[in-house]
């Protein structure tokens, strides 16, 4: 059945990097787009970034674009969130998140039907 | 970027009450929106998409509609697995946006 796991969460100083792996299965990351969603402690979720099932294209909020950077390595059934020149702004439970359908095109790309169950960041000194 | 208003952020509830909740986007967005329920400490669930089409598996009592501007999520007999906190969210463009939830006690 299909599964993701987040991991690589943990505390880090302000200005630091860290690196988030999801480890999926049931699926292939070459079929599906998948999606990265945070959840500040007590807040609501906020869409971080997204990269096509071909790794033809990425797309990020704007509060991360510049210092997260989302990828995929489909041999090892992996998807990647590199956090560089991290904030206390960025302190939240990390998910992973597959595109509700396969081969997606636009639209399709954008709602989220299986999530893992998150890894939480957390950026203090 | 698309910003979304659910109203109310809070609501308290009976079993077996029928609940709306609304969510209205700062622009037209056709019916590209999606219903979510997420409970404590868990990820969250996608119940709606394309504003009005139950996701597999989700109980027929959910329901979604509008279009445009203004979009409502319904629980036509409040039953006691779902009181959790609900969310809209935008895929018209993005940066895919969420609104700000709305969390459904039991009164």
């Known amino acids: 059945q299909v599964q993701l796991v987040e991991s690589g969460g943990g505390v880090v100083q302000p200005g630091r990097s860290l690196r988030l792996s999801c480890a999926v299965s049931g699926f292939s990351l070459s079929t599906y787009a998948m999606h990265w969603v945070r959840q500040a402690p007590g807040k609501g979720l906020e869409w971080v970034a997204v990269i096509l099932y071909d790794g033809s294209d990425e797309n990020y909020a704007d509060s991360v674009k510049g210092r997260f950077t989302i990828s995929s390595d489909n041999s090892k059934n992996t998807l990647y969130l590199q956090m560089n020149s991290l904030s206390g702004e960025d302190t939240a439970v990390y998910y992973c998140?597959?595109?509700?359908?396969?081969?997606?095109?636009?639209?399709?790309?954008?709602?989220?039907?299986?999530w893992g169950p998150g890894t939480l960041v957390t950026v203090s000194s | 970027d698309i910003q979304l208003t659910q109203s109310p952020s809070f609501l308290s509830a009976s079993v077996g009450d029928r609940v709306t909740i609304t969510c209205r986007a700062s622009?037209?967005?056709?019916?590209?929106l999606a219903w979510y329920q997420q409970k404590p400490g868990k990820a969250p669930n996608l119940l709606i998409y394309?504003?009005?089409s139950l996701q597999r598996g989700v109980p027929s009592r959910f329901s979604g509609s509008g279009s445009g501007t203004e979009f409502t999520l319904t629980i036509s007999s409040l039953q006691p697995e779902d009181f959790a906190t609900y969310y809209c969210q935008q895929l018209n463009s993005y940066p895919l946006t969420f609104g700000g939830g709305t969390q459904v006690e039991i009164k």
């Open positions: 998140a597959r595109a509700s359908v396969s081969y997606c095109s636009r639209f399709t790309c954008r709602t989220f039907d299986f």
């Open positions: 394309a504003a009005s």
């Open positions: 622009q037209g967005i056709s019916s590209y």
